[in-house]
């Protein structure tokens, strides 16, 4: 998440930071934080009943 590290920690020794798009840092319980890319990917397209998309 982008935030200003003025708002505080999010958790111990974490705050908040600027990142470009689909970066951020990943925090889980009993291990070190650390920076994760994300993608966004396209859905398939979906079939309607094999109509070929006619009502």
Do not use: C, K, N
Request: glycine share 20%; proline share 9%; no cysteine.
């Amino acid at each position: 998440m982008t935030g200003d590290r003025q708002e505080g920690q999010f958790f111990l020794g974490d705050y908040a930071s600027p990142w470009p798009p689909g970066r951020g840092t990943l925090v889980r319980g009993g291990e070190a934080a650390r920076l994760i890319r994300t993608a966004l990917a396209e859905e398939p397209p979906t079939d309607h009943g094999g109509h070929g998309g006619t009502a």
